[in-house]
């Protein structure tokens, strides 16, 4: 090949990268397969003799292959499944986006340290593992304490939390019954007693970005919604469909219970899930 056909070559390919970078649904999708492992100049040499609309259809479909299918979706597990999990919710917030006619911000999405699933409803202290992080889980729970309607028991749970992180050593016995208290006022009483299902399973995942703070990580609703709330006033970025499942956009307004991740929440997110992208 002669220089003329080699930098004939570079332009053709530059003029075919930027057309699929100003096209906004070519842009997402190829996006997205980026993300998900896939090289984009053999996206671009396989669809080379293809119409726009085709290329669009042709990449969905590539995503749609590299995801399990809707049958399938219910069965996964955070842990042994999460890798299928992440890039089911990877094209849900990239496909929400795109629904509404705007490019999905792939650079934020690419900074830090990466993305995780994040249980939007914790139940567990696994991470929680000396007094330091104690003291910060039980703070940030009793700000959500607070959001609930005043009584009696929350009161006195609010006291016992105060005093109990302004003893000089706490100790693992009193924290551990705390945790179960606060966990179990602060948690929705669910129909479905399956807790795999419920804690494990999508209706119960969202994205955000990889961290080691092990407060937010196993924190239950209603405080994880106040922090996340505070790391988007910092100028956080905040997946679309993580910011929507935090201030319960899919859930009927009938159902809304507003500091509880419940059985109305799971089902309505889980059937906004399948719309969007299957």
């Not at 075919?16 to 492992?37: D, H, P, Q, S």
């Not at 602060?186 to 119960?204: G, P, T």
Request: hydrophobic share 35%; charged share 30%; with cysteine.
């Amino acid at each position: 090949m002669s220089l003329t056909e080699l930098w004939k070559e570079i332009v053709n390919f530059y003029d075919r990268l930027r057309l699929w970078y100003e096209n906004r649904e070519l842009y997402n999708r190829a996006g997205t397969l980026v993300i998900f492992g896939e090289k984009l100049p053999a996206m671009i040499e396989a669809t080379r003799r293809m119409r726009n609309t085709e290329r669009i259809k042709y990449l969905e479909g590539e995503i749609i292959r590299l995801i399990p299918d809707s049958d399938k979706l219910l069965s996964l597990r955070y842990g042994k499944d999460s890798a299928e999990l992440l890039r089911v919710l990877t094209w849900f917030n990239v496909k929400t986006i795109d629904n509404s006619r705007e490019r999905f911000p792939f650079d934020k999405f690419k900074e830090g340290s990466g993305w995780s699933l994040e249980h939007i409803h914790a139940q567990n202290s696994e991470g929680l593992g000396n007094e330091k992080q104690w003291h910060t889980w039980i703070d940030k729970q009793k700000e959500a304490l607070y959001s609930l309607p005043e009584s009696s028991e929350r009161n006195l749970l609010i006291k016992e939390a105060t005093e109990a992180v302004s003893l000089e050593a706490m100790g693992r016995p009193l924290f551990e019954s705390l945790f179960i208290r606060i966990t179990e006022m602060l948690s929705a009483r669910l129909e479905d007693d399956d807790e795999d299902a419920n804690m494990h399973s999508i209706r119960n995942l969202a994205l955000l970005q990889a961290n080691d703070n092990a407060a937010l990580n196993n924190s239950v609703f209603e405080a994880k919604r106040k922090m996340i709330g505070d790391l988007d006033r910092k100028g956080h970025f905040i997946p679309v469909c993580t910011r929507n499942v935090f201030t319960k956009y899919y859930t009927p307004a009938s159902d809304n219970q507003l500091y509880f991740w419940g059985d109305s929440d799971r089902e309505a997110y889980l059937d906004m899930i399948c719309k969007t992208i299957y």
